[in-house]
């Protein structure tokens, strides 16, 4: 298992981030106070080695336009904060941090007057704005309040927070309320509104339960964001199961006597299917490997809670384990599916090559037996043509010798009217072996000369 998509190896990472931040987030919690409105968005990287450091230069964009003095702002590989003071007193906040797959941004805005109450909506800052438009795509975005308040009833909470239900839980083992109603408000951010009568229970945990209650929100929101595109793939694999299937039996049936044009058809067909569902699992183990890992950063953060019940409300956790619950292991499921559907065709495709190397060497036994006959046909003909070769050899010693022999005749003849021989007769008769050696000779050497001119290598052109 890669440490993209194991549980352990992931918590370490966040907990290896963690050290490297700590220094910068230590200097940073000096500058933090309470109350607070802070304004939170995420976003999601579709490259992170490539838009991780683009987002480093954005940020530092945004300090440049919100003229954060340098001296108040801190900025490393994948964490970074500045912070203005504003001529009224207030402060102006603002943290970037990148993450495995998100970067985010938090505005926040500390006034200077304790007592004034602060209202969901647009920061309270003079002339600010959010300059950027971020990298990625949106994975959520919150509008946070912190404040020193009393006990606040249930249609106070209702009146400023949207949505049919709210979900409010105690934290931190302290006196310290966190509610919601995860629901986007009109500018398209859930609000969330903590408070506490102890300002000292809040000043006390309030970087941690601020980091902690946005890594809920951008993990739980990075889970189900590739909900719309797993429905899609799941009707897409269903696709291509059910057509499987049918070419499956198809091909159990036919399989026996199908012909080699049939079988290469169904393994086009078969191949291009295959490439077709390796192409979805590809594209879908990169958006679904890290739910699981996801799902336990969710599950780990809403233990460190420690959650008490704030009544009547329901808590945070029930909310959003019923949203994660069996998602990841959905997408697992949905993963593992397809991967079977892959062996299910690669298995298909083997079957029918194995069916086309069967054939293949069928016909090369057949192909071999033709041959067999054919070389004992050519090796006999062959043995024939040597006979004859041998036959029409001796024929021509004795034809050459008969002809050799009426020459030396009348030479013979010739010499015995000269006187020279007094019995022509009894000279041919000796002469006739004689003759039989010269023709023997004669084809022999022809033999040697006629084979010395065939194996002799082609002479070769001067020009080349």
């Given at each position: 298992?890669?440490?993209?998509?194991?549980?352990?190896?992931?918590?370490?990472?966040?907990?290896?981030?963690?050290?490297?931040?700590?220094?910068?987030?230590?200097?940073?919690?000096?500058?933090?106070?309470?109350?607070?409105?802070?304004?939170?968005?995420?976003?999601?990287?579709?490259?992170?080695?490539?838009?991780?450091?683009?987002?480093?230069?954005?940020?530092?964009?945004?300090?440049?336009?919100?003229?954060?003095?340098?001296?108040?702002?801190?900025?490393?590989?994948?964490?970074?904060?500045?912070?203005?003071?504003?001529?009224?007193?207030?402060?102006?906040?603002?943290?970037?941090?990148?993450?495995?797959?998100?970067?985010?941004?938090?505005?926040?805005?500390?006034?200077?007057?304790?007592?004034?109450?602060?209202?969901?909506?647009?920061?309270?800052?003079?002339?600010?704005?959010?300059?950027?438009?971020?990298?990625?795509?949106?994975?959520?975005?919150?509008?946070?309040?912190?404040?020193?308040?009393?006990?606040?009833?249930?249609?106070?909470?209702?009146?400023?927070?949207?949505?049919?239900?709210?979900?409010?839980?105690?934290?931190?083992?302290?006196?310290?309320?966190?509610?919601?109603?995860?629901?986007?408000?009109?500018?398209?951010?859930?609000?969330?509104?903590?408070?506490?009568?102890?300002?000292?229970?809040?000043?006390?945990?309030?970087?941690?339960?601020?980091?902690?209650?946005?890594?809920?929100?951008?993990?739980?929101?990075?889970?189900?964001?590739?909900?719309?595109?797993?429905?899609?793939?799941?009707?897409?694999?269903?696709?291509?199961?059910?057509?499987?299937?049918?070419?499956?039996?198809?091909?159990?049936?036919?399989?026996?006597?199908?012909?080699?044009?049939?079988?290469?058809?169904?393994?086009?067909?078969?191949?291009?299917?295959?490439?077709?569902?390796?192409?979805?699992?590809?594209?879908?183990?990169?958006?679904?490997?890290?739910?699981?890992?996801?799902?336990?950063?969710?599950?780990?953060?809403?233990?460190?809670?420690?959650?008490?019940?704030?009544?009547?409300?329901?808590?945070?956790?029930?909310?959003?384990?019923?949203?994660?619950?069996?998602?990841?292991?959905?997408?697992?499921?949905?993963?593992?599916?397809?991967?079977?559907?892959?062996?299910?065709?690669?298995?298909?495709?083997?079957?029918?090559?194995?069916?086309?190397?069967?054939?293949?060497?069928?016909?090369?036994?057949?192909?071999?037996?033709?041959?067999?006959?054919?070389?004992?046909s050519v090796d006999s003909t062959t043995r024939g043509q040597a006979i004859l070769q041998r036959t029409v050899e001796s024929l021509s010693v004795i034809v050459i010798t008969y002809y050799l022999t009426g020459l030396v005749n009348y030479l013979f003849n010739a010499f015995q009217e000269m006187g020279w021989l007094a019995k022509a007769t009894y000279a041919t008769a000796i002469f006739v072996p004689i003759a039989f050696g010269i023709s023997f000779g004669l084809m022999t050497l022809g033999r040697k000369v006629?084979?010395?001119?065939?194996?002799?290598?082609?002479?070769?052109?001067?020009?080349?």
């Amino acid at each position: 298992m890669s440490d993209a998509t194991n549980p352990m190896a992931r918590a370490g990472q966040q907990q290896f981030l963690r050290r490297i931040h700590e220094p910068a987030k230590k200097y940073l919690r000096e500058w933090l106070d309470m109350p607070a409105h802070i304004h939170h968005v995420a976003h999601r990287m579709a490259n992170p080695p490539l838009e991780r450091p683009q987002s480093q230069k954005e940020f530092r964009q945004l300090l440049r336009c919100l003229e954060v003095p340098e001296e108040t702002s801190q900025v490393s590989d994948k964490f970074g904060f500045g912070t203005r003071t504003e001529p009224n007193g207030d402060r102006l906040v603002v943290v970037w941090e990148a993450h495995t797959e998100y970067y985010s941004y938090q505005v926040w805005h500390i006034p200077h007057d304790k007592t004034k109450p602060l209202e969901f909506g647009p920061l309270n800052v003079p002339g600010y704005a959010f300059p950027l438009s971020p990298l990625g795509i949106r994975v959520n975005a919150l509008d946070i309040i912190i404040a020193q308040e009393p006990h606040i009833a249930h249609d106070k909470l209702r009146a400023r927070l949207p949505g049919p239900h709210i979900y409010a839980s105690r934290v931190f083992g302290d006196d310290i309320v966190v509610a919601t109603s995860f629901t986007p408000d009109e500018h398209l951010r859930e609000r969330y509104l903590i408070f506490s009568a102890s300002s000292e229970a809040l000043g006390e945990h309030l970087s941690k339960l601020v980091d902690t209650v946005v890594t809920i929100e951008n993990y739980y929101h990075l889970i189900l964001l590739p909900l719309q595109a797993f429905s899609r793939a799941v009707d897409q694999l269903h696709d291509y199961e059910q057509r499987h299937l049918y070419q499956r039996g198809v091909i159990v049936e036919q399989l026996d006597a199908s012909m080699p044009q049939a079988l290469q058809k169904w393994l086009t067909v078969l191949s291009q299917d295959l490439l077709q569902v390796s192409r979805l699992a590809q594209s879908m183990r990169y958006r679904l490997s890290a739910s699981v890992p996801y799902d336990s950063i969710v599950r780990g953060n809403l233990h460190a809670l420690q959650e008490r019940p704030f009544p009547p409300l329901r808590p945070l956790s029930d909310y959003v384990y019923s949203r994660i619950t069996g998602v990841a292991e959905g997408y697992q499921q949905f993963l593992r599916r397809i991967a079977a559907m892959q062996s299910d065709f690669e298995a298909t495709i083997t079957v029918i090559r194995t069916r086309i190397e069967m054939l293949l060497q069928e016909q090369n036994l057949a192909l071999q037996g033709q041959n067999s006959k054919l070389l004992a046909s050519v090796d006999s003909t062959t043995r024939g043509q040597a006979i004859l070769q041998r036959t029409v050899e001796s024929l021509s010693v004795i034809v050459i010798t008969y002809y050799l022999t009426g020459l030396v005749n009348y030479l013979f003849n010739a010499f015995q009217e000269m006187g020279w021989l007094a019995k022509a007769t009894y000279a041919t008769a000796i002469f006739v072996p004689i003759a039989f050696g010269i023709s023997f000779g004669l084809m022999t050497l022809g033999r040697k000369v006629v084979h010395k001119w065939s194996s002799a290598p082609p002479k070769k052109d001067s020009n080349g």
